[in-house]
């Protein structure tokens, strides 16, 4: 059976209003905009189904920085590190479909599409390709004027779910919220570098993480070790490519690769959760749906503030 019979569209009915955003913000000064983000995404994902992941990742580190406003994407200069440099977003990529799809636009409508929206438009059509929800996302985002590699903390692997909810809350996320979008941890990938201490001296013990599956800390041990580079592996080990709750059901096997992932199986403000989402692939893509819409008008600019960039990698006014 291939990937595509696996996948599961629904469309969900949202808010058509979320604070100055609104579905169809492009309707009437750029009517292709998201059908041109969708073919290009469409068509990359065709060769790369690693996209999802990629897309999801960039989208997350923009958010979570000073909100979605594509500061992520603007390059270094001599006078200035930007967000893109930082250590968390060395692994950061994609930017190039970012540029291909921003070009595309230009040349339809110039001046007219955020590469914010790109981001989030960009993030939604990729996840419904992997089989995840297919939702409606508002739009309407400016770009922000910063970027700067001191803005950047973000939560880590090493994270307790009370350290990590802390970084989620503020940005306006509840706890619900938290456990859902760790879900996107369902495609993607994981460096040995981020793990490599609980498949083989948890805590200075010299011994595997005892809450990490047996079999599965002796084959991560094997691959992290068998080079000198920092090999990745699929944080969900069964369907790696494909959006689906497998995630939460490895959790409940002790077979979270990250720690923050399998502390959301342990702790009891968590596990609820988890169970549920374990159980229930729908309503685990619904509430994903709905989250993913939150987390995209995380401190947004809006209406004359900030810019829409020519170039995505770039400030309009060179600083």
């Known amino acids: 059976m291939g990937m595509e019979a696996s996948f599961i569209f629904f469309l969900l009915v949202l808010p058509l209003v979320m604070a100055d955003l609104r579905v169809g913000f492009y309707q009437s000064t750029c009517p292709q905009a998201e059908s041109i ?15 999802p992941a990629a897309l999801l990742r960039m989208h997350f580190h923009d958010c979570f920085v000073t909100g979605c406003d594509a500061s992520i994407l603007i390059d270094s200069t001599k006078q200035k590190e930007s967000e893109k440099d930082a250590q968390p977003n060395h692994t950061v990529r994609g930017y190039e479909l970012i540029d291909a799809i ?12 955020s590469c914010a929206d790109i981001i989030t438009l960009a993030t939604r059509d990729a996840v419904a390709l992997a089989g995840g929800p297919n939702y409606t ?15 950047v903390k973000l939560p880590g692997p090493t994270f ?7 970084v ?26 981020f793990f490599e201490d609980r498949v083989s001296n948890f805590q200075g013990t010299g011994s595997p993480d005892p809450t990490m599956d047996s079999n599965l800390a002796a084959n991560l041990s094997k ?26 059901k490895h959790l409940l ?4 690769i990250l720690q923050i992932d399998q502390e959301l199986a342990i ?4 596990i609820g959760i988890v169970s549920s989402f374990a159980t229930n692939g729908i309503g685990f893509k619904q509430s994903f749906a709905n989250a993913m819409v939150k987390l995209g008008s995380t401190q947004v600019i809006v209406g004359n503030a900030g810019e829409v960039r020519t170039n995505c990698r770039v400030f309009n006014v060179q600083k």
């Open 137 to 151: 996302v508002p739009t309407g985002r400016r770009d922000g004027l910063v970027s700067n590699i001191e803005h």
């Open 223 to 248: 691959i992290c070790g068998a080079s000198n580079t920092d090999p990745a592996v699929f944080l969900d080990q069964s369907t790696g490519f494909v959006f689906d709750n497998e995630y939460y």
């Open 37 to 51: 983000v969708s073919q290009v995404v469409k068509y990359r994902f065709n060769t790369d189904p690693s996209l």
């Open 102 to 113: 921003k070009e595309a636009v230009e040349a339809a409508c110039p001046s007219m599409v």
């Open 168 to 193: 989620f809350k503020a940005k306006g996320l509840n706890f619900a919220d938290m456990v859902t979008l760790l879900g996107a941890h369902t495609v993607g990938v994981a460096h040995c570098s």
């Open 253 to 256: 096997l002790k077979r979270g």
């Open 160 to 166: 307790t779910v009370s350290e990590a909810f802390q």
């Open 267 to 270: 702790d009891r403000t968590s």
